[in-house]
Each structure stands twice: as structure tokens, then as C-alpha cells.
């Protein structure tokens, strides 16, 4: 098996390739360069037919290298790397040359200097291929331990269905209470449920479940460890409390804005819907004339987003407010309705029938509240109305947790621009993060209406049970190796990590430094800055990358 | 305990069901996943890209569409429908019938030496029409399993008797006309229906001319023409002379928010248009679209700052207005009738192609699948569920998601599918 023997496969993607590159002039190419014994082009490497091919292509040419031109490794890569497994071929013996994204895509006009520009990511991809090195996957045990930041509903729904299946859950709650943003509601959209009597007879669940340890008043402060094995601090008051976890879902929702300065709020006469619902829970309304305000800070420059809840939210508390007082006038105005979906559209319907009154304004000329009325230009009707009132509701947004970014530092994952957690792929993988073991459901994700929250809840549930159930994962073995002998203890590389997987330790060699494994990702930062080059990434040598180098200033043949 | 857990039947090789079958089965949970067509993959397979970061869609899916066929705890079982459903929560049997598909799966490699010679041509339905394929054919390119499939409605042999061209140049012999449809038993221990969504058929909306018109298309039409894998190559070719479309109509809640056809809202259009019609102009600069809504709903992550980049970038406009009606001019110019609601004022633009924004409606026969299951529909035939038993159908241990259960976008019903598989994991697992 000395002897290096490579197989290239050149995908045309359809035409997403194939249309804009001599994709069977890259595979006869392909087989000019040194080690390569065989090279093909096919029409979707990824199809079970072209897994097939590369099967058969190593059983067949006996070969220990594959080098597969196409696409891009963030999606495709797990899926080559097991068809070579598959083919008893150690799987990091396999290198992604991307000529998709790199190059049919860039340059759809320039069909042969494209083509000159595959050939030589395909040159560095085989010189590459040839100094790759087999790598073995470590195993890690999983503690079937759940910890649930959070205790709203999406919290509670995650940690009982986790319990429910056997799994231990802590869920911890900042609030004395657990409940969330439903303690502040007085009926949910769209069937009239109390919210308190949700809260109660989830809480009564939650609190009965043997599995659940529940922690109220209770802040994370610290977070230690990776996937499988995190070692937690919690504090409770003055008291710490200690303990270990496999897994993490974050459920710590939203708040909602704070309209300070906006048309007059002043929180008597000037409301937001929240302060609304409390008065109409303890039925002190005294308000014959309401007019809602939407969008109120949101869907402007400063916070570009549509909050998704408030159109439904403004016609439940109209259609409450008409039920409770059918001789009362209430206006919304509004920008877009957003009331998507077979239950939401029917409620708006009903809204209309209630006699409530819709009028569209545009963002060039806002309602403005005064004295007793507010001013608003009717875009549909092209005047402008004054509507005398006796009480203002303002629909403001969701806001990211003020204490969202603080979390996400503790847990390593990243937030979005408005401060929601971001998801590991805004379509595939929404209640995933990007590191391993670390999962998000509910409004800390974006605004979700109940039944969304509710959805997550479980999906993040089944997302988090998979590596409990297993019992282990694998980790990658792309992860640096310390030259003991070089390294100086000087810590660059620990301040550098941003996963934590590097930490200088005493040894009886002096302060060296040390890899966590499970907690590395690979990204090579650490192996970048070493001053002593006492570093090297194990898939990422640098022999390799600078045989890639080499190849690319190869003149093409 | 392991011993003692049953399987999970999904039903629906879309993307939710392909989602919730992958986390049952990363539980260590068997799965059966039934498709009725030849392959998986859904609607998100004929989808061009997807909004709001662009990414192809079936380089996305391709490689869930692969670890489903490689899982080991996953049997998938296409051109499969499920035709009884008895017991109860925690131990269903299930008949399924799977329709035999005249190609040995095992010896196919997908060649397409037979698809070259066979003599007769079809409207693809993938491809929604647009373009012929042949009887036996792959159901897609990049379908999974890939293997063809003779299609017995218009097979000459199947249906005349005459001709097994195909089986004489099949190098593999892999052509077996001897195949019959079966019946599969199951035992399982929780269903999950995924059955996803049809379009509505806007005929029922003549004054908009489809059909009539060839220069007004759907919108998954409109998702195959751009598509690089589609029948133009990925061209935005207009059907009536194959000339690039530059001024583009989208047409919204087609059979939507509308008391004659669906009062509700089919969620993902207003999204949708914009997708397309920022492709229309990536595809040629030339392209100018207005894109004719009610209301904007843009309320996803990312989706406001989308519609403001399609705006600001992409030379789309949006013009809020509902469409009365689409004519034609000599040239098949589709006219598109509007009242331009901020102004009051009724007015006309002319356009080389109109894409309608169709609602999305449960699949043809829901019903039937319903009465097997025997859980409950709601009033627009989709399972009925409760907001806050999102996931649970009116019958025990019987879980739904995605477009199925109302329409919805990508990320939501792979959250459901996901959810879904947890209460099903949370049944078995009891």
C-alpha cells in the first residue's frame, strides 16, 4: 500500500458546473497529474449513482486517494468522506477540490480561463491528496443529562418531553416562578386559552415529573466542558449549585420593547399590548375609544424586523376588548397584516366582522398621538382621520434577552445582528447551534407565537435526545498536535481559541500547552498564531498546504 | 429496553418526513419511510433556491436524501402507498402497498441506455410538464433511489403489449416486467404524516388565463424553468417563443385569502416571489419584476431585510394591489389588470410572463389518507391540530408536520419534523 494511487471525480452538477466548465476535459486532465490512476466526470457525483461509481472506482483501481472536484465541502463532504468509509477507505484520505462555488459560479462568462482555473484547484487538490494521512475518530461518552436554560413554555414543553423519555433534566428559571412571557398574557391567540392556566398545568407536570429538577431564581454563571460532558455552576441565590450535563437548550425567550419617548407612552393612557393584557386580566379597562398602533419601533432603520406576533396579538386583545364591551370603537393601524397560515387569516377575518376598524398607514407618514386624539393618513382612503381615544396600545417587537449575548458568551455560540440566537443553518438546522451538544427553541431564536415555540420545543428535544440516546459521539480528529519540545507556555494560543480547546498547563516539562479534543472544532487559529510554530494541525500540515502552493504556481500543461 | 422498541412509519419522502426520519433514526429508532412516488425528496427537490440566503436547493438536500437511503435503522419504501392502519397507540399494524416498478432496484444503475430508446413521451411531472420524458425514466436526476422507473399508465408494453424495447437494451437485465405490486406488512409503534402540499389549480380562476395563456406560469413552474437541472437548462425562457422573460408579474394569493377558494394564507409567497424574482435578475440584468400583494408578510428572520435587498438591489418593485384579471395582447404579452390600491386608480401593465403565486393546498387525496389514519381533517382539509398540541393529530400516537398540517416555509417544518419525531420517540420509547 505504499505506492499512492488517486481517484479524481469531476461532478458537472447538472449544468451548475458542467454548463460553464469542460468538465470531461478536467477529467482527462485530471489524469495527466502525478499518482492519479483514475479520473472521471459524472453527471451528480453526490447521486446514489455517482456514490456508487467512487465505490467501485476504489474497489476496482485499488484506490487510497479520492479527490472529488464539485460543490462544496460544507455540504457534501460528510457524505464523501462515508462513501470512502464505506469503501474500507479511511475517510480523512479523501480532499474536496471546489470548482462550484470557486469557480463555475464566479466566472459563468469566461468558459476557458474558468477551465484553466479548475484545472489548477485540481492540481493543488491532488498534491494535497497525495500527503494526506489517515486519522482516527475519538469516542465520547454522553451524559444523559439535560440542562434547560429557561423555564417558559418552550423551556418546560423541551424539559417534560425529555423526562418523559427518560432522560434527567435541569431547567433552570431567572424568575421565582416558572411560566415566562405567559405570565404576563391574560388569553392566547387563537382559541381564548387562559395563558395562566397553561403555565399551571404545565408547571404541575413539570414539577411532578421525577426527572426534572427544577431551579428557580437561578442564574447560569458558568459553563465549562463539550458536548457529552459539561460541567455547569448555577447560581441560586447566595448558593452555587454544581453539576454535570451532556447536553444544552437554550429557551431563555424575549422581552418585549420598551416604547420609551414613542408617541407618548406613558403607560396609563399610552400602553403597550402587555401592560393592556394585565388590565384586561384584572378588568379594569375603562376605555370606550381604543386605538393600536403597529410596528412601534420595529420595521424601521434601527430594527428592520417584523416581530411576527403583534398583528395576531392586536386582534385577539381588539377582539377581547369588543366581546368585553361590544359598544366600544377599536382602529388598529397597521402597515402589512400579518396573519399567515389557515388559523390566523381566519382570525383577521373575524376581527373584521367584530366591527373592529383597520386603517393602512405607511411608514412615510406615521400616526401621531396628541392630546385626546391621534392623526393618522388612511393610505386607502387618501385622507387624513382624527380618532379620539381613550386609550393608546402600542405593538412593539420582541427584543433579543438583555442577557442573551452574556449566555452566548458563556455557551460559545454565536448571536445574530438583533441579538437572537443563531441557528447552525437557517433552513436545515434551526434548533441546532454550530457547536455540538448545544440546542435553541422559542423566542430566543425569533419571535414564535406558541404553537411555533411549542414546535421547537420538541424539535429541539429530538435534537438533543440524539446524542443521549447514542450514549456517545465521535469527535473529528482534525485537531492540533503541541510539539512539547517547541512549545513555550506562552498562552497565545488559549487566548486565541474561541472554543476553549487549548489551556496551558503545568507539566514536569514546565507550562505547555494542552488540546481539549471534544471541545476543538478545528478552525487552526491556535496553530496560526503560535510564535514557536510548536503547532500543527493534524489534516492541515503545513507540508500539505504549502504542496498546494507548489502545485498552483505549476504552469498548466 | 431496546428490544422492546418499535418502529415509527412517516409518511412522506419530503423534507419533513425525510428530517424526522433521520432523527428517529440517529435515536436508534427504526423507520419506515413510505413515498408514494419513485423517490424521495419532495417539493423542496423541484425548488430552484430557497429564500432568504439563496442556496440551492437540492445541494442542500441531496446529502439528507442520501443519508436516508444509507441509514441502517431507515427502510425507505417508494412507490409505496399505506392503505390500512389498525391497533392503537404503541402497536399500529400497517398494510402498505407498494406498486411494483418493473426495474430491478438492486441490478439498475440509472445508465438511461433504456430511457434512450424508448419510443414514447410523456409530460414529466417533476418538471411540472414542461418538458417530455420518456416512460421509463428517473423520477429526477439527482433522485434517490436512483433508479428508473417504467411508468404502467403509458407503458406500450404494460398497457398494448407490445414492444420491451427498453429490456433488449438494458445491459444489466435489469427490466422485470414480471414484477407485481405487494403488500407490506408493518408493525410500528407511532405514524408521522409528512404528506406535504399540492398547488392550487388557478383554472378555477379563469380570469387569470392560465392554460389559456401560455405566458402564465405557476410558481413551480417558474422554480423548474430557473432551475440549472430544469427543462431550459435554467433559462427564464417564456413558454410561448422560448424568448428571455424581461418584465415579470408575480401575481399573489393566487386561490389565497380568498372567500371563493382558500380563505387562508399559504405563509411562504410573498417570500417565494421575492426568491424568484431576485433570481429572474441574477439569471439577466434586464429583468425587471413588480410583484402585485395584499399585505407583505415577511416576518421570518432575515426576511424583511430580503425584501428590502430584492427592492434596493434586484429592480423588483412591489405594488400593493390585488390583480382583477390578466389579458393577452397579439405578441401573447400577458396584460396584467390591477387596482393600485394606494392611489385608488386602476391600471394596466404589460409584461412577458406572469407568475402566479398559487396557494398551497393539502395533497389531492388527503382524505382518503385521513379515513386510513383515521384522524381528523380541518375545514381546509389539513390534519387538525390543536395550537397548543401542535404536532398531534386528533388520533393518539398519530403526529403530523409540515405542509401537511398548514403551509409552511423550510425551517419550520424541518423544526416540526424534528418535533414530530420527538413525540413519536416519546410513544415508543414509554
Partial sequence: ?557 | MEEKLRAVLVIGGGIAGIQAALDLGDMGIKVHLVEKKPSIGGRMAQLDKTFPTNDCSICILAPKLADCFRHSNITLHTLSEVKEVTGQMGDFSVKLHKYARFVNEEKCVNCGECAAKCPVKVPDEFDMGLRKREVIYPYYLQGVPAVMTIDRENCLYLTRGVCRICEKFCTREAIDFEQKDTDVMLNVGAIIAATGFDPYDPSGIPQYGYKRYRNVILSLECERLMCASGPTGGHLLRPSDNKPAEKIAFVQCVGSRDFKNNRYCSSVCCMHATKEAMLAYEHDHKVKSCIFYMDLRAAGKGFQEYVARGEQEYNISYIRGRVAKITEDHDENPIVWYEETQSSKTNKMTADLAVLATSLMPRKDVKELAKVLGVELDEYNFFKTDPLNPLDTTRPGIFVCGCCREPTDIPESVAQASGAAERAAETVMR
Avoid at chain 1, 113 to 123: C, G, Q
Wanted: glycine share 8%.
Fill in chain 1, 1 to 557: 500500500m505504499n505506492e499512492v494511487r488517486v481517484g479524481v471525480f469531476v461532478c458537472h452538477c447538472g449544468t451548475n458546473i458542467g454548463g460553464f466548465l469542460d468538465v470531461p476535459g478536467l477529467a482527462k486532465y485530471a489524469l495527466s497529474l502525478p499518482n492519479v490512476v483514475f479520473a472521471k466526470d459524472n453527471q451528480y457525483t453526490c447521486s446514489e449513482a455517482g456514490l456508487t461509481e467512487i465505490k467501485n472506482a476504489i474497489a476496482e483501481n485499488k484506490l487510497n486517494r479520492v479527490v472529488v472536484a464539485s460543490c462544496t465541502p460544507r455540504t457534501h463532504e460528510p457524505l464523501f468522506r462515508s462513501i470512502c468509509k464505506d469503501a474500507g477507505l479511511n475517510p480523512y484520505l479523501f480532499q474536496f477540490v471546489n470548482i462550484r462555488d470557486q469557480c463555475s459560479w464566479v466566472h459563468m462568462q469566461e468558459r476557458e480561463r474558468a477551465t484553466e482555473k479548475a484545472k489548477a484547484l485540481i492540481r493543488m487538490g491532488v498534491a494535497r491528496a497525495v500527503l494526506l494521512e489517515p486519522l482516527e475518530e475519538t469516542e465520547i461518552e454522553v451524559n444523559p443529562c439535560a440542562l434547560v436554560i429557561g423555564g417558559g413554555i418552550a423551556g418546560m414543553t423541551c424539559a417534560l418531553s425529555l423526562a418523559n423519555r427518560g432522560f434527567e433534566v435541569k431547567l433552570v428559571e431567572k424568575e421565582d416562578r416558572l411560566g415566562g412571557t405567559l405570565n404576563s398574557l391574560y388569553k392566547l391567540y387563537p382559541a381564548n386559552e387562559e395563558a395562566s392556566k397553561l403555565v399551571q398545568d404545565k408547571t404541575k407536570k413539570v414539577k411532578n415529573n421525577p426527572n426534572i429538577e427544577v431551579l428557580t431564581s437561578s442564574e447560569v454563571k458558568e459553563v465549562e466542558g463539550f458536548i457529552g460532558n459539561y460541567d455547569v455552576t448555577v447560581r441560586q441565590g447566595e448558593k452555587e449549585r454544581l453539576f454535570k450535563a451532556g447536553v444544552i437548550i437554550v429557551a431563555t425567550g424575549a422581552e418585549t420593547l420598551k416604547p420609551m419617548g414613542m408617541y407618548g407612552y406613558d403607560g396609563e393612557n399610552v400602553v403597550t399590548h402587555m401592560e393592556l393584557e394585565r388590565m384586561l386580566k384584572e378588568g379594569r379597562l375603562n376605555a370606550d375609544m381604543v386605538v393600536m398602533i403597529q410596528c412601534v419601533g420595529s420595521r424601521n432603520e434601527k430594527r428592520v424586523y417584523c416581530s411576527k406576533v403583534c398583528c395576531p396579538t392586536a386582534l385577539k386583545n381588539a377582539i377581547l376588548i369588543k366581546e368585553a364591551k361590544p359598544n366600544a370603537q377599536v382602529f388598529v393601524l397597521y402597515r402589512d397584516m400579518v396573519t399567515p397560515g389557515t388559523k390566523y387569516e381566519d382570525y383577521y377575518g373575524k376581527a373584521r366582522e367584530t366591527g373592529i376598524t383597520f386603517i393602512k398607514y405607511s411608514p412615510e407618514r406615521k400616526p401621531v398621538v396628541e392630546n385626546g386624539s391621534v392623526r393618522v393618513y388612511d393610505e386607502l382612503l387618501g385622507e387624513e382621520l382624527v380618532l379620539p381615544y381613550d386609550l393608546v396600545v402600542l405593538s412593539t417587537p420582541m427584543v433579543a434577552h438583555r442577557n442573551s449575548t452574556d449566555l452566548a458568551q458563556k455557551l460559545k455560540v454565536p448571536v445574530d445582528e438583533n441579538g437572537f440566537f443563531l441557528e447552525a443553518h437557517v433552513k436545515l438546522r434551526p434548533v441546532d447551534f454550530a457547536t455540538d451538544g448545544i440546542y435553541v427553541c422559542g423566542c430566543a431564536h425569533w419571535p414564535a407565537n406558541i404553537g411555533e415555540s411549542i414546535s421547537q420545543a420538541y424539535g429541539a428535544a429530538s435534537r438533543a435526545s440524539i446524542p443521549m440516546s447514542v450514549g456517545r459521539v465521535k469527535t473529528e480528529p482534525l485537531i492540533p498536535v503541541i510539539d512539547e519540545d517547541e512549545c513555550s507556555g506562552c498562552g497565545l494560543c488559549e487566548l486565541t481559541c474561541p472554543f476553549k480547546a487549548i489551556q496551558v498547563e503545568e507539566t514536569e516539562k514546565g507550562r505547555k500547552a494542552k488540546v481539549i479534543a471534544a471541545s476543538c472544532k478545528g478552525c487552526g487559529a491556535c496553530g496560526a498564531g503560535c510564535p514557536q510554530r510548536a503547532i500543527t494541525m493534524r489534516h492541515f500540515t503545513d507540508e500539505q498546504l504549502v504542496a498546494q502552493v507548489i502545485a498552483l504556481a505549476e504552469v498548466t500543461h
